[in-house]
């Protein structure tokens, strides 16, 4: 018996192998059918944030093959998808060679859907190949296609797990403009689709490098040998070097498609019928259509179902993970292409300036306000907070017969004393710091004796007091006022911009 994942998926035998996960056929204890379980092989943080990406993927469409449901037992970690069993276009071009044109027109359309619907949910595939393009066992009905595995797959704007000129993806399927180090885009899945349907037609994969070449220095050529005219305009456009050139969407290119497919002779009796075979297998010994014939341990309680008349005794652990299976088992399929691999030193590019970013220049530092002024404007700004305000008594002082003088007013831009004795905080936080309020200190005491001196002082505390409650002016209040509004807001663009 197989190895029990999560108490509900027992994997029964090995049927493929990815970059970072093994694929394997699995039987699905709750729902009662065998599923496709990929189960993550690199147990690193990279590769497991690559596959929490792949599982969050939720797309239900006809022609897409994402993931299910997923589960995850100690340090290992899968998800299921449907189980897919007549291969994969590389199967179909390896047993038939050439596919005749109308049939590519009809794997091509539900192909160029599958992707609209992809790009509809903002993700960017990064992987169309052959390999990666699905098919069901129809014999010889009507193609059904499902386009998988979204491993590197991403969302447009999301954040890359790949370091600086490093590019992820197969080569021999990559777009001009990710070999050039462009951020990824819906053009480059374009491009791969013209590369797999020209790979369908000619029975071979192509040479993208020298087609690029070849369109950049001669522009669009001419059909190759047994490709129709209308068809070929459709797959010469999905190939343009320029992403300007290409077609804009998916939903666009599959128009032209029909177009194109309305425009081609009709088959002929005597062609060949293109008949799509099961190419999974028999099921391991221990497995029925219907089931394990024996009860696993490690299967939940709740879940068991045993097949009438099969053997319910518990069967012994597994053997061997799952992981090391699938790397002792040469028959498990190829070992996917897919990679990242550095990119050449960096040239002219040859691509639209739009499909560069260049990092945002910093702030110029004279731009943030002067500190002295922000400091300064709370004191005149911000009335007194004391309603009545009564002096304190102070030491004799000879009489007078002048008003004490005023505070002085600092502009601005004018050094204060208290931005010359010190800071309040970091000089790089200190201009967005509130100040408290401050009462400026009298003026220093002049020993003075006498009756005159004493009523004199009395006054002036009486018109001090007056002073203090009255408040500034007006015409001083007002534009101090409107200055420390503007402050303020410069101060909060600046905040917005760090």
């Known amino acids: 018996m197989g190895e029990v994942f999560a108490g509900r998926y027992e994997l029964a035998d090995p049927i493929g192998r990815g970059g970072v996960g093994a694929v394997w056929r699995a039987w699905d204890h709750r729902r009662r059918r065998y599923v496709a379980a990929k189960v993550l092989q690199q147990r690193d943080a990279h590769s497991l944030l690559r596959f929490v990406r792949e599982q ?71 992987d169309i190949k052959p390999a990666n393009v699905l098919l069901e066992a129809t014999g010889t009905g009507r193609p059904r296609l499902r386009l998988s595995d ?17 590019v992820v993806g197969t080569p021999g399927y990559l777009a001009p403009e990710q070999m050039l180090g462009s951020e990824p885009d819906f053009p480059a899945d374009l491009f791969a689709v013209g590369l797999v349907a020209l790979y369908l037609l000619e029975g071979a994969k192509p040479d993208a490098k020298a087609l690029v070449e070849h369109f950049a220095d001669h522009g669009t050529p001419g059909p190759p040998k047994g490709i129709p005219e209308p068809l070929w305009q459709v797959v010469a456009t999905l190939l343009q070097p320029d992403p300007d050139a290409r077609f804009r969407t998916a939903t666009g290119a599959r128009k032209a498609l029909a177009t194109a497919a309305e425009l081609l002779p009709e088959p002929e009796p005597d062609d060949e019928l293109i008949e799509i075979f099961d190419q999974l297998g028999p099921l391991p010994p221990g497995f029925a259509p219907e089931g394990p014939l024996k009860q696993a341990s490690g299967v939940a309680l709740e879940l068991v179902e045993p097949v009438e008349g099969a053997d319910t005794t518990p069967a012994p652990d597994a053997g061997p993970g799952p992981g090391t299976a699938s790397h002792d088992d040469p028959g498990t399929g190829s ?4 990679g990242s691999f550095r990119l050449p030193p960096p040239q002219e590019p040859s691509t639209p300036e739009r499909y560069r970013q260049e990092p945002p220049a910093p702030e110029p530092y004279h731009r943030q306000p002067p500190q002295h002024a922000v400091e300064q404007l709370p004191q005149a700004a911000t009335p007194s907070p004391y309603p009545s305000y009564v002096p304190q008594p102070q030491p004799p002082s000879e009489p007078s017969s002048q008003l004490p003088p005023h505070q002085p007013y600092f502009s601005p831009h004018t050094p204060t004393p208290s931005a010359t004795t010190g800071h ?41 007091g007056r002073s203090r409650r009255s408040g500034p002016p007006a015409k001083v209040a007002i534009p101090m006022l409107l200055l420390a509004l503007a402050c303020y807001a410069v101060g909060f663009w600046a905040l917005t911009r760090v």
């Not at 539900?110 to 619907?117: C, D, E, M, T, V």
């Not at 070992?335 to 897919?338: A, C, K, Q």
Request: with cysteine.
């Open 424 to 464: 309040r905080g970091d000089a790089s936080t200190a201009s967005y710091t509130t100040q408290n309020a401050q009462v400026p200190p009298p003026p220093p005491p002049r020993p003075v004796s006498g009756a005159p001196a004493q009523r004199h002082r009395a006054s002036r505390s009486r018109r001090a």
């Open 56 to 126: 969050a993927l939720r797309i239900d469409h006809p022609h897409v093959l994402a993931p299910a449901s997923w589960a995850a037992d100690d340090d290992k970690v899968l998800f299921t998808m449907d189980l897919v069993g007549g291969g994969s276009l590389v199967h179909l071009v390896g047993d038939y060679g050439p596919l005749p044109p109308a049939f590519v027109c009809t794997l091509l359309d539900q192909l160029l859907s599958g992707l609209a619907a992809v790009h509809a949910e903002g993700v960017i595939h990064r």
């Open 335 to 338: 070992l996917s292409d897919t």
């Open 150 to 166: 979204f491993g590197i797959a991403m969302r447009l704007g999301e954040p890359r797990l790949t370091e600086t000129n490093l």
